[in-house]
């Protein structure tokens, strides 16, 4: 399949579906849930012929296009089969230099080739349809689909105004998937806005009794930040000679072209900038409160959407677009975010001990692992004398430790978010101290609960501990007190999170209200759940599966960052 | 890689996997067992861990080179340790994390060690358990809140399979190749630990204890994290062993941080400079060298009272080691191979070094996480209220096995541990020994006494590694592993045959009643107080296993307070609570078993337990007996020396070699020279413990319930287990909930009320807005359409049809304009 093809399949079957269910009678909701299920289950196959075509050899963004002739820069065609040149190898007897590519026999310069399809969008302002992929964007892409087919699941017993809620359900899909695969800014940012509207209506209608209120703080906390990325946005545009083009920003960014640089005045503001933006969807503290508010009127599907995929894209943010178009600025500000991700790591442990809302405890649990992502990031030591970079090792590390703390947080808390979801709709409570006795009365749902919420406590052999321990262990390097904070969240996430499971799972009896609604999970409902389980297992187990992926594009962006700097 | 050896690393491999296949298909046991009446989950765990002790068996057999152990030479030829890898966690660059395995004789006996005794309590628990065999058990303990007791179906089929998960997490532990592996297992066995002692999850009881035990353990595993950040940092592996990355070869932790030869510390306080080590780098280990001279003689004398078997090992190794430090003692540099060449950096030559106060910060870190784990002061208050689980849970997990995991750990990871280090270690230890023992002597729950005298014995073992014993505290390991586990038991089998009563005021003379059980727990009281008739007949002393090793361990202490006589208090606490610990473990079975029934119900109903549980104790008591036979020339000491690390013979010098801070290791010679005399030291106590014990609780010549009046203050103290859990709960958990409580009133009240503020004055400029709009704008607008209205109402009247009235405006108004227009431009 033509990549463009594919790509755009992937950002917009669930578009399609959308539309299609405009053609079901009103009433016939069933089917409609089944035909936005064949939806997404397409969108999710797409993704893993995405992880098919993705060369995992090839750290920079795919597909690698070339110019079908010379003379016309605007056609062309897909290299098939290539391979990045190494230092020293040798090609008819020429030596090549490290970067080139190499396909059929022949070699290219990187100014030969081009990365990511692209297709004119708006002339006027150089606006382009950019897409492309990397180890950065492929994991998260396919979490997306992943956590998105889960949750559209988990949406069966949705009964209220079915279609709607299916068709923002697929536009917010959409939305994610886009902002995943954009790789220009002006894109990116639509992407990021088109998730902004259905999110905001699934909470505002679906939602808990303070639907309203939740719906519209979420809004405009996102919509601040947006606005911030929309004005760093802009000057960056200006200043690069007008170009949206995330990878010829990020060139500018590093010094790369020639006459070209953002100022180091513009590269500190811009960052601020784009890190409020970002930090707010995090959400890192002090821009949180959104979250726990959202995550207990949202309903259990959309509440493992947030937490699974939404809050990544933050993280996504500032891998892809803060750090690589404002190096200096990131530099300057390494320290302060370190800082407030080890803030927000105990912060949140904290807030959550203290929730006696069963999905509160959840969402405050989120705000205390993506603080995890932020440390993970922002662990970049430099000399301040020569700009080199201290321990580089350490910090790519920190960086793989927070792409993986992303994926394996979007599984744990979509399953924690879940387990709440399953018991919510049998009482009709959350209450922490009106639980008690699951254990006995449901055992099978506790054990694959417990199981999960291991995972969220950082088990070794499930997910939750590779992604913190990774970032904890890198942190040394950087920051000797940080590190030390961030390792204090062990003993206060055992904390609460053993806290909760003695409230809810064990003791003799249940203690709330509606003891006779509780039955055992239905076979949709334990499906979910195993599969969750099994994929926290199976990353925890091996989490060589998705450091493989992720590997080489990190070590890109790390490298080139630590040259922009020197 | 010989076939051999390859056979060996398959056999603990799947000596280890298999209780986790077993686990997996356990756990299910609800699902396809045909009742809860059914034994087969049980029995496949059995099976399990029985083929896992007969793998690690045929592997102890395979591995140690036979002729070395028993032969007169040195133990170090023993085994070779084999080490590789399994597979990869993460590679950053050249940094590698992965799944490794390092396998010495150590690591062969933990294997045999564990998987024997957790055989003979898994069968045990076949039988110990069987009141979960049913459909409709009745928990006693639990009081529902209409009255009644709480009934639920049996759990036999789960205990079992978290049974299976613990072993193999603990062989997992055992079988680690990088401290990094150690502290994923350690974090697992936490969470087995944690699944068993809250087992009856109805009992609020019990899940609180599991809670606090899994979090205690945290707190621990926090300076254990700590630990390995800096190893991680400044080592940049965690690798115990040598390895490739690339096929370039990178030392392992115990290679970088080898010792070299001190020079002479002792004898003329004179240090060698960083120049002259360098020289110096090449010296092998075993050469001749005057102060080897020296050792020498002293060994001739120690000849006579001492087997022949011994002098050979201290001979080959008689020289003090050290750190490779340099001269402002600040940093240690690291070695590429054994030989002491230092790690230089390609590029700017300079060498390779970790901060002396990093080694510290690292070692005591580390140590952190042991002292969690093997309840230690200040974290043993975990301990005793994990004996809300089962008791075989008690047996394996709480006594033998993984509580011990923190003394394996401390022992291990010998190397890393400057001698500030182990000092600290030797304290912690000292601390918890006596601690512990002073509050066994006023438990009355048989389960708590046999926990504090847990703690007290793992504090044995702390000290032991502590003074540079570290062959007599793993030694002390598993013997105490196996009386322990005996005891443990044995108490299991008292309390079922007691139907649940675990209060020893209530029971006494249950001797006649379940002779095996008292026996056997005699077996194991014996072998815990140490004592012995300590003349040779048939050449060797006739004495339990525990004699052997808490003799070693005092005479280290002993060895210690001699080479640094201001810790004098690590050789006469140790022995005076050697004195409290066969008093409280024979007052515990006088209570029991001895004198006359104090409940009649209690007695009545008593009955020997069934050959389930019987032959284990039988088993065990076989081990506590035999296991240490030969004492340090014994084949079980000489497996231990096999794996010792190279720099305990000789003894080891602190970097201080003046002053206050001076801190000496006593060599192996000179913890020989004191053995003999420690070892009546030692007895002398035990002895005068138990007959204390005898007068007040087996003949009765006073009154126990006197010296508690009299002595009320001390014994409401020790009762209330010095009050740890009082302070902390006041020092932690208070603070900890009172701060929680200040982040949520902190987002509600601050971060949202500023943004309800915001939103709020955000809302008034639009009403002002609106005000504005509707007041001056709109008023603006509505005035000028007024006036306008106005004005065309007014000229309204002009309008009046009449044609000749038009006319004349229209004359009117053409003679006006050409007016204004002479007027304007009179040109």
Known sequence: MDSTTLLSLIIFTPTVGALFLWAFDRKAEESMRYCALVFTTITFVLTLFLLGEFDRDDPGIQPVLVQVNESDATEYERLEAYHVATEGEVLDGVKLTAGQIVSDGKAYDESQIQRGVVHRWIGQWNINYTLGYDGISVPLVLLTSFVSLLSLLAAWNIKKHVRGFLILFLLLESGMLGVFLSLDFFLFYVFWEVMLLPMYFLIGIWGGPRKEYAAIKFFLYTLVGSVLMLIAMLMVYYDSGQSFDLQYLARVGQGLEDGLSFSPTVQMAAFILLFIGFAIKVPIFPFHTWLPDAHVEAPTPISMILAGVLLKMGGYGILRIAFPLCPEGAAAAAWWLALIGAVSIIYGAFAAMAQTDFKRLVAYSSVSHMGYVLLGIAVWKINEDTGATIGSEYWLMGMNGAMFQMLAHGVSSAGMFFMVGVIYDRVHHRDLNQFGGLMGLMPFYSGLAVGIFFAGLGLPGLCGFIGEVFVVLSTWNFSKPLAIVAAAGVILTAGYILWAIQRVFLGPEYKGPHKEDITPMNGREASIAVVLLVFAIVLGVYPESMFGLMRGSMKLLVDSLEIAMR | ?827
């Not at chain 2, 066994?440 to 793992?458: G, P």
């Not at chain 2, 008591?621 to 000491?637: D, H, M, N, Q």
Request: glycine fraction near 8%; charge should be negative; charged fraction near 15%.
């Open chain 2, 1 to 827: 890689m010989t076939a051999e050896e390859s056979l060996i690393v398959k056999l603990l491999t799947a000596a280890w996997l298999l209780p986790l296949l077993g686990f997996a298909v356990e756990v299910f046991g609800g699902y396809w067992q045909k009742s809860r009446k059914s034994k087969a989950a049980a029995l496949m765990a059995v099976a399990c861990i029985g083929c896992g002790f007969v793998a690690s068996a045929s592997a102890l057999c395979l591995g140690i080179e036979w002729s070395a152990l028993l032969g007169e030479g040195t133990k170090h030829d023993v085994m070779e340790p084999i080490s590789g890898t399994f597979y990869l966690l993460g590679e950053f660059g050249p940094l590698v994390l992965s799944l490794d395995y390092y396998i010495d004789s150590l690591t062969l006996l933990m294997f045999t060690m564990v998987t024997l005794i957790a055989t003979c309590i898994h069968v045990f628990a076949l039988g110990y358990m069987s009141d979960e065999l049913t459909d409709d058990h009745v928990d006693h303990e639990v009081h529902l809140s209409d009255g009644g007791h709480f009934h639920r179906p049996g759990r036999f089929y789960r205990f079992f399979s978290f049974m299976s998960l613990f072993c193999f997490s603990m062989l997992g532990l055992v079988l680690a190749g990088n401290i990094f592996q150690v502290f994923v297992f350690w974090e697992l066995v936490g969470i087995c630990s944690y699944l068993l002692i809250g087992f009856y999850v109805e009992r609020k009881s019990a899940s609180t204890a599991a809670n606090k035990a899994f979090i205690v353990n945290r707190v621990g595993d926090f300076g254990f994290i700590i630990g390995l950040m800096v190893i991680w940092t400044s080592f940049g592996t965690f690798r115990f062993f040598d390895h490739e990355i690339d096929t370039k070869p990178v030392p392992g932790l115990f290679t970088m941080i080898s010792r070299v030869e001190a020079e002479d510390a002792h004898h003329d306080e004179k240090h060698k400079s960083s120049a002259e080590h360098e020289k110096d780098e090449e010296h092998p280990e075993g050469e001749e060298h005057p102060e080897g001279e020296e050792h020498h003689n002293g060994e001739e004398k120690a000849e006579e009272s001492h087997p022949a078997g011994e002098h050979a090992t201290a001979e080959h190794h008689a020289h003090t080691m050290q750190l490779d430090v340099d001269d402002a003692r600040s940093v240690v540099f690291l070695h590429k191979d054994n030989k002491g060449t230092r790690i230089a950096d390609p590029v700017t030559e300079t060498e390779k070094s970790i901060p002396y106060w990093l080694l510290i910060v690292a070692g005591v870190g580390v140590f952190a996480g042991c002292i969690g784990k093997s309840a230690q002061f200040p974290l043993q208050t975990w301990l005793p209220d994990a004996m809300e689980g089962p008791t075989p849970v008690s047996a394996l997990v709480h006594s033998a096995t993984m509580v011990a995991a923190g003394v394996y750990l401390a022992g291990r990871f010998y190397p890393m541990f400057a001698p500030e280090v182990l000092l600290v270690i030797a304290y912690i230890g000292c601390i918890t020994l006596f601690v512990a023992a002073t509050i066994a002597i006023v438990a009355t729950d048989i389960k708590r006494v046999l926990a504090y005298s847990t703690i007290s014995q793992l504090g044995y073992m702390m000290l032991g590694i502590g003074v540079g014993g570290w062959a007599a505290g793993l030694f002390h390991l598993i013997t105490h592993a196996f009386f322990k586990s005996l005891m443990f038991l044995a108490s299991g089998s008292v309390i079922v045959g007691c139907h649940h009563e675990q209060e020893m005021p209530k029971m006494g003379g249950l001797w006649r009643k379940m002779p095996v059980t008292a026996f056997t727990m005699l077996v194991g009281v014996i072998a815990i107080c140490g004592l012995a008739i300590p003349f040779s007949i048939f050449g060797a002393k006739i004495a339990f296993s525990g004699y052997h090793s808490k003799d070693a361990i005092v005479a280290s202490s002993l060895a210690f307070m001699n080479a640094n006589q201001i810790h004098f208090l690590l050789f006469f606490v140790p022995l005076v609570t050697a004195g409290i610990t066969a008093f409280y473990m024979f007052r515990l079975w006088f209570y029991t078993f001895a004198g006359t029934p104090r409940d009649k119900k209690v007695y009545d109903h008593a009955r020997e337990s069934p050959l389930v549980m019987t032959i284990p104790l039988i088993v065990l008591s076989f081990f506590a007996i035999f296991v240490a036979v030969g004492g340090e020339v014994g084949p079980l000491y000489g497996l231990l020396q096999g794996s010792e690390p190279v720099h305990v013979d000789g003894g080891a010098v602190s970097v201080a070699t003046e002053g206050a801070t001076a801190i000496t290791m006593p060599s192996r010679h000179a913890i020989h020279d004191v053995h003999g005399q420690a070892g009546w030291y030692a007895l002398i106590a035990a002895v005068s413990g138990a007959v204390f014990a005898y007068l007040l609780y087996g003949i009765r010549v006073i009154d126990p319930a006197d010296i508690k009046r009299n002595f009320s203050g001390v014994h409401t103290f020790l009762v209330e287990k010095w009050r740890f859990d009082d302070l902390y709960e006041v020092m932690f958990i208070k603070p900890v909930h009172v701060i929680a409580r200040w982040c949520t009133g902190f987002d509600r009240g601050y971060i949202d009320g500023l943004l309800h503020w915001l939103s709020r004055k955000t809302v008034d400029v639009s009403n002002w807005d609106r005000k504005f709009d509707e007041n001056v704008i709109d008023g603006l607008v509505n005035w000028i359409g007024k006036v306008v209205y106005k004005s065309g109402r007014s000229l309204r009247h002009l309008q009046t049809g009449l044609i000749r009235q038009y006319v004349m405006f229209i004359a009117l108004g053409v003679l006006a304009l050409f007016v204004l227009l002479f007027v304007m431009f009179p040109a």
